[in-house]
């Protein structure tokens, strides 16, 4: 790819440099800035700190921005954090009316966990070898390395127009993504037989090539583009030894290539009877995906492998994906706006099914019948807008949409969703501005009834009585209100609040409810060439409510029912069996201010402070004796968290040429978690144990950060 | 010699093409054009003509732009009157698109007279929610500003290492919900600037919900998640059909924008005997909180185990259909 890449962003180079040349009255105008920064950081992990941004290290900083205009051409170029993991350049230019280009490269260092631990050898390569024996006990001795995903953006654009209704354009770019991300794999076939957390190496490259042609005018537009994107990932196995499976080499597959193709073609037809416009879209995109099918893996505490046959042996993965959408927007009347419109989409899976044999040698592996439906699902939706302008202070909207979608799943194979919505906005008081939705949305899914009678005591009755959130049939109510609110020249406050609740219908087992309420407010005041101060709050809770069946035992049976209601209805609920509920709740605060004041003519100071904190817990209600196995203590600590960012800044402009800016930022995160609280990196001390390497665990931070940078304006 | 034929499919493509030229083309204009009269408007409004003339709107290289349509005067309307009268707000019928009193719709037709027709980003723009929704073209777009993008107040932010005017702080001075989202714990790089609000939506209209720019949510996610893609082997049914079943994309407070920690996500639709339907309590944590430390339970739950919850392509014997490898 870097091959064809290269030639074709410096011959775009050439074609911008040879019009700039004919462009006499070209000029350059800009700033080069240069600087320091310093961080005082404190943690066990910083990578936190330091998750989208480079401040691992003190550095040298910098900043480019250079504008070019000319009586018929122009050039931007922007770059900062030059040599640094978040580097960003970007050059665009052309010659109006005829022709535009982009060139640039933008990095970025998703940094995961810093100072990770495993009992392996051989990070960063596709196979990990344990450093000792298993369990190995002394985590003192285990590698050292951190999990971060560094990527690269690297694209250019080029477009031709020649001052005419018609297009081209080409879009070209690599997007590589290399690193290490921590993956659990199960050491056996059970949970009880343990599991590791890998270094699991990811090398991905993906090289998009998008064309494009059309003709846009008053009366329209209309563009047909072709899309060919290819994902490669260099790393496509990670063979890591299984100290549960008698030490023997275990493989873990990762993504596989894939290629997309797609076709896009757009229309838009305007000035049409009653003000109306006619849009429309088609797409049909194919991802591909051929392998041979894996049939061997390791499965023995022996250290034995185990064959599957599998049947075919070449996976052809083929899915095809057809949409269609269409709008008519019209203006019915004087003060009624309408739309309708209709959306298509069809996911036809037709990748090869594959069926397994039973397993031959090491453990036992059941055979594996291929699946009667690879998740193929196609969606008719259909909707009006309507909206009528009462009087210039009023205007009332509503509308109406309907979706059918017909799905290849075992337990919800349609869903019918009914949506209906009215708003009112009002501003008859100049210095306040009303709006109010309702929202109602009714989904009904059709239930396919496993073959299990409700009386049925086996496990097939988790089949029966489950119903899955994500297509249960459910009732939604969503209410919004927002004020926007001028009591005074220079003031402006807000205020706005959203309640959303989800009623899932006929759950015997699952969620069965969950509700949001969300209140915002923000404020602001003053004039910003004098001084102007901004604040807002932010209040948010989140429940979930489910009801589950614990069965402590592999087989229901009429003693140990699988019947949810079975416990409830006997006197003494048993250990072994019992229905248990629980309350998921997130509650989120949020508060921040932030001032921009021009103290002087040349000097502006800038402040800003964000105060946030999450909170989590879980509520539990099981319905059997106190003393039951994994009777269940309530969370209290849920992703708890808590983080202040304080932002100074202050820019002074010493001369015409020259622009100081320095700055201070403190930041600060605590991280508390009933999953993590007292993490170990070793739970036990046979070959079952759990070998983890601290993913995520501890990314307390503090830091304070002291930057200066000089910048020259020409 | 080997003989050249043009592929089948340009013999009906391309008189299609043709007819969208003879259907698409916009007649002649034969309106005429006021007189260029922002010398006179320069006297009285030095720094707007500053920042006109600095734009793509002030160049004469720009054949289709203002400064060959009448300079000022294509955007506020004939200025004679107000000229004649001595200036002052709306004085003359002078035309302030960025003004209260003006509709929204009436705002944006001003720069739809001219951008409608050259610019396919608002192909849609009758089609979207902005419409809709009364916002028009100055609600975003600061003309005259040094800057394209409106930023209605002083930044709030953590420190971030860019420079750059960030089109998020445009966006959350309506979308007030989304703000509290994208500084959640568990985000996009969105206040960094490394992911914009258009990366994923386009604001100036599209045929889909939420005007995301894909035909679907799941065909927008893996066009940079493309290692999740697929076809796999093995399916998780509701990753196939929208990834909005699991993450909440603007951020949340639990790691990979879950909308729930797991377990409790996975265990809303997972109900079984024995590790499944357990419910996992305090009392399962490490021993430092008094757990007796349930394997399923510590560090990132059931995903120690069923990490290859987008798809596996494992065999049975690797236990791929539980997404384990």
């Known amino acids: 790819m870097k091959r064809k890449l290269i030639p074709l962003l410096v011959a775009n180079l050439f074609a911008a440099s040879a019009a700039v040349a004919a462009d006499g009255d070209f000029r350059l105008s800009g700033s080069v800035g240069l600087g320091l920064r310093a961080v005082d950081r404190s943690g066990t992990d910083l990578s936190k700190l330091n998750e989208f941004r480079d401040l691992k290290n003190d550095s040298v900083i910098s900043a480019i921005d250079v504008k070019g205009r000319g009586g018929a051409t122009y050039l931007n170029f922007f770059g900062e954090n030059l040599s640094l993991d978040d580097q960003y350049i970007d050059l665009k230019g052309g010659q109006y009316g005829v022709f535009k280009y982009r060139l640039y490269d933008d990095r970025l260092r ?75 794999y199960a050491q056996g076939s059970s949970p009880g037989n343990g599991y590791v957390e890998l270094p699991t190496p990811v090398d991905y490259e993906t090289v998009n090539i998008v064309l494009e042609g059309g003709y846009t005018s ?133 990748s090869t099914r594959i069926a397994y044999a039973a397993g031959v040698g090491g453990g036992a592996v059941a055979a594996l019948a291929a699946p009667e439906h690879t998740q193929s699902y196609r969606k008719n939706n259909l909707g009006i807008d309507l909206g009528y302008r009462v009087n210039r202070q009023n205007k009332l909207s509503g509308g109406f949409d309907w979706a059918d979608t017909k799905r290849d799943r075992a337990d919800y ?154 416990p409830a209805v006997i006197i003494s609920p048993t250990a072994a069996a019992y229905t248990w509920t629980s309350k998921k709740k997130d509650r989120n605060y949020q508060v921040g201010v932030g001032a921009d004041w021009p103290v002087a003519a040349r000097l502006v100071l800038k402040a800003s402070y964000i105060w946030s904190k999450t909170e989590g817990t879980v509520d539990f209600t099981a319905f059997a004796p106190s003393t039951a196995a994994n009777f269940p203590r309530n969370i209290i600590a849920w992703d708890n968290t808590k983080r202040d960012s304080l932002n100074l800044k202050a820019v002074y402009n010493a001369s015409k040429q020259w622009e100081l800016t320095g700055g201070y930022a403190y930041e600060r ?36 950060i002291l930057y200066l940078m000089a910048k020259y304006k020409f | 010699m080997m003989k050249m034929h043009p592929p089948k499919w340009l013999a009906w493509f391309l008189p299609v093409i043709l007819l969208t030229g003879g259907v698409l083309a916009s007649p002649t204009a034969a309106a005429a054009q006021p007189a260029d009269q922002t010398e006179t408007c320069k006297q009285c409004h030095a720094a707007q003509f500053d920042t006109y003339q600095a734009s793509v709107h002030g160049q004469k290289g720009n054949r289709a732009g203002p400064a060959n349509a009448g300079g000022c005067n294509a955007c506020h309307g004939d200025g004679t009157a107000h000229i004649k009268a001595g200036g002052g707000k709306g004085v003359g019928g002078i035309i302030n698109p960025a ?65 750059r005017q960030l089109q998020y702080e445009t966006c959350v001075s309506c979308h007030k919900d989304i703000r509290a989202q994208i500084l959640k714990p568990s985000r996009h790089p969105i206040i960094e600037g490394k992911v914009k609000c258009s990366s994923c939506h386009e604001p100036h209209g599209a045929l889909s919900k939420a005007m995301v720019k894909s035909e679907s949510v799941n065909t927008l996610c893996t066009s940079c998640h493309t290692d999740k893609r697929g076809p796999s082997i093995h399916e998780h049914p509701p990753v196939e059909e929208n990834c909005l079943a699991c993450h909440n994309v603007h951020g949340s407070p639990h790691n990979k924008l879950l909308a729930q920690k797991v377990p409790n996500l996975c265990q809303d639709c997972h109900d079984w005997t024995r590790h499944p339907s357990t419910p996992y309590g305090r009392n399962r944590g490490f021993p430092a909180i008094g757990g007796n430390t349930g394997a399923q339970f510590v560090a990132r739950n059931c995903l120690n185990c069923h990490n290859l919850i987008h798809g596996s392509n494992a065999a049975p014997s690797g236990r791929g259909q539980f997404f384990t490898r």
Request: with cysteine; glycine share 8%; net charge positive.
């Open chain 1, 110 to 184: 998703h940094n995961l966990t810093w100072d990770a631990r495993t009992p392996y050898r051989g990070v960063g390569g596709n196979t990990l070898t344990a450093i000792g024996a298993w369990p190995v006990t002394n985590v003192g001795t285990w590698t050292r390395f951190d999990y971060d995903l560094k990527r690269e953006d690297l694209g250019g654009m080029f477009e031709f127009s020649n001052n005419s209704p018609w297009y081209g354009r080409a879009d070209v770019n690599r997007v590589t993504i290399k690193g290490l991300r921590p993956v659990g």
């Open chain 1, 218 to 350: 008053k009366r329209g537009h209309f563009s047909v583009a072709l899309t060919q994107s290819k994902f490669s990932n260099g790393v496509s196995q990670l063979n890591w030894q299984n100290g549960y499976f008698g030490g023997g080499m275990d493989a873990a597959l990762l993504p596989p290539d894939n290629d997309l193709t797609k076709i896009s073609v757009n229309g838009v037809l305007r000035q049409l009877p009653m003000g109306s416009t006619l849009a429309g879209r088609f797409t049909h995109s194919r991802v591909t995906s051929n392998f041979t099918a894996q049939t061997a893996n390791l499965n023995s505490t022996l250290g034995a492998i185990t064959t599957t046959a599998a049947t075919p042996a070449v996976f052809d993965g083929n899915v095809k994906h057809t949409s269609a959408s269409l709008s008519l927007t019209s203006n019915l009347a004087r003060a009624l706006d309408s739309r309708i419109y209709y959306n298509y989409y069809d996911k036809d899976n037709g």
């Open chain 1, 413 to 566: 194979n349609r869903s019918d969703d009914k949506k209906l919505y009215a708003e009112l906005k009002n501003s008859s008081l100049d210095m306040l501005g009303v709006r109010l939705k309702y929202q109602y949305l009714e989904r009904r899914s059709d239930f396919v009834e496993p073959f299990v009678a409700p009386t049925d005591v086996s496990n097939g009755y988790f089949l029966y009585a489950t119903r899955r959130f994500d297509v249960a049939s459910f009732d939604q109510n969503l209410l919004r209100l927002a004020l926007d609110f001028n009591p005074a020249p220079l003031l402006d406050l807000g205020f706005e609040a959203i309640y959303k609740e989800n009623k899932y219908k006929n759950v015997i087992l699952g969620r069965t409810k969950d509700d949001r309420q969300e209140y915002l407010f923000n404020a602001s005041y003053g004039d910003p060439n004098t001084f102007r101060v901004s604040a807002f709050g932010n209040l948010e809770y989140v429940q979930y409510d489910t009801i589950a069946k614990y069965v402590g035992q592999a087989t229901c049976t009429a003693a140990v029912s699988c019947d949810p209601a079975a």
């Open chain 1, 669 to 704: 995160f605590r991280y508390i978690d009933d999953q993590n609280t007292g993490y170990q990196y070793l739970t036990g001390a046979t070959t079952n144990a759990q070998h983890l390497s601290g993913a995520y665990a501890n990314p307390d931070y503090t830091a304070h």
């Open chain 2, 99 to 163: 003004s209260k009193a003006l509709p929204a719709e009436a705002k944006s037709k001003v720069c739809l007279s001219c951008h409608e027709g050259m610019s396919r980003n608002l192909a849609f723009w009758d089609s979207g929610q902005h419409k809709k929704n009364d916002v028009s073209c100055s609600n975003c777009h600061s003309i005259h500003g040094d800057n394209s993008l409106k930023r209605p107040g002083p930044s709030i932010s953590p420190y971030v290492t860019t420079g």
